[in-house]
Structure formats: structure tokens, C-alpha cells
């Protein structure tokens, strides 16, 4: 099956500073990758993704690159705010099925 | 639209006793999940639904593990007999068949065994 790992597991910066969340996986047939971001005492929620026919998609503040070749996929947020603070996920799968493999999450506090 | 709904919010119960956590998905939507959130093993599908019928399971951990979806708007996840390693935040999301994969997760439910 599929491994998602990502990294940084924490991740401090100050306000206005970029963020980058780095996650790797090993299944060369996933074909979509999701970025959840996760508020304390809430549900994930689907910020951005991304399918394999692109090598990037950016919505405002934030961007997600993949790289097929090398199996990775990252998640780029500038300008960062306090309310970026959040824990973020990355996952891979197949687009249009419903079985989504998780990274371990990555805590991002945004220091005002 | 109030999003996807869980009750209970938190659930503390002693080894041995049934849990039953509900969900109410969001109305229209055909696929409901359900998943389990812990910080050994992060967040991991359980089973999903399509127009109500269970489609894959395969990540329900074990036989006390049960899900139901008697209706569309409606489902239970059950354990039975459940154990303290059982602890851990349940999710239920859902999304529309279209072909878009967005899944809207409720807010959980935080399940401590003792």
C-alpha cells in the first residue's frame, strides 16, 4: 500500500515569513495529493490539492509543487498570519477513488 | 448548510461497554467516511459508504468494530466490546458523487476508554 511521510513534524515561524511542508510517497500509481489543515478541536479541512497532470497550483497565499519523478509534493504558504497556526496534512491516492493515505501532520505556529 | 454533524462530541465509557458514535452527513451527499484519528497512527480510513452500502472496509481494525448507514442521512460507527486502545477521535466526513474529491470532515468524536 501506500507510505506518505512528511516533515517538518513542527514548524515556528514568524508572521509574514513563508512556510514549506515537505511530504514524500512511495505508490508511483497515486495520482492526487491533498492538503488538509486541521484547527484544534475541528475536522480537517481540503485547502489546496493537486493531481499529477501539474507540476504546481497556487490559490492566494498558498502553493502545492509535485514532483512525480521524485515522489514528492510540498506545501508552500507565504506571508504567513496567526491564523495559519494549524496542524496541516498531506495525502496521496487515487483521484476519483475515495481511500486517501495520510502523512503524520506537520504543527505550524505562526508567531505574531 | 450545517456541515456534518457528530454526536457525541466526547464519549468516556469503561472497558467492556458498547460505544456507539453517530453522523449525520451533509445532505445531498452520497459517500460517507469514517475515520479514526490517533497520534500513534495519525488519520486513517475505517470504511466508507456509497448510497448507503458499505464499499470498503478493509480498514476497520477488528470484529468489535461496526458500521451502519440505515439511511442517507444518517450512520453509526460501534464498538463492542471496546478497550482502552480504542481511545482516540473519530471523524465522519462525507462528499457529493460528483467527481470531485473534497470531503467535508465533521468537528468528531473524542473517545476515552478506560
Known amino acids: 500500500g501506500e507510505n506518505v511521510e512528511q516533515h517538518p513534524s513542527t514548524l515556528s515561524v514568524q508572521e509574514g515569513d513563508s512556510a514549506v511542508i515537505k511530504c514524500t510517497y512511495s505508490d508511483s500509481a497515486s495520482n492526487y495529493f491533498p492538503w488538509y489543515k486541521q484547527e484544534l478541536g475541528k475536522g480537517p479541512q481540503l485547502i489546496i490539492d493537486?493531481?499529477?497532470?501539474?507540476g504546481e497550483k497556487k490559490d492566494q497565499r498558498i502553493a502545492v509543487t509535485l514532483n512525480k519523478t521524485a515522489k514528492h509534493f510540498s506545501l508552500h504558504i507565504t506571508e504567513t498570519q496567526p491564523e495559519d497556526s494549524a496542524v496541516y496534512f498531506c495525502a496521496a491516492g487515487l483521484y476519483n477513488f475515495n481511500k486517501f493515505y495520510f502523512g503524520s501532520g506537520t504543527k505550524l505556529n505562526v508567531k505574531p | 448548510d450545517a456541515g456534518v454533524i457528530q454526536s457525541p462530541r466526547h464519549e468516556v465509557t469503561e472497558m467492556g461497554q458498547e460505544v456507539t458514535l453517530r453522523c449525520k452527513p451533509i445532505?445531498?451527499?452520497?459517500?460517507l467516511f469514517w475515520y479514526r484519528q490517533t497520534m500513534m497512527r495519525g488519520l486513517e480510513l475505517l470504511i466508507y459508504f456509497n448510497n448507503n452500502v458499505p464499499i470498503d472496509d478493509s480498514g476497520m481494525p477488528e470484529d468489535r468494530f461496526s458500521a451502519k448507514m440505515p439511511n442517507a442521512s444518517f450512520s453509526t460507527l460501534k464498538i463492542q466490546p471496546s478497550e482502552p486502545r480504542d481511545s482516540a477521535v473519530y471523524f465522519c466526513a462525507s462528499r457529493t458523487g460528483n467527481v470531485d474529491n473534497e470531503q467535508f470532515f465533521g468537528p468528531g468524536t473524542r473517545l476515552t476508554v478506560l
Open positions: 493537486i493531481r499529477s497532470n501539474v
Open positions: 445532505s445531498g451527499h452520497d459517500y
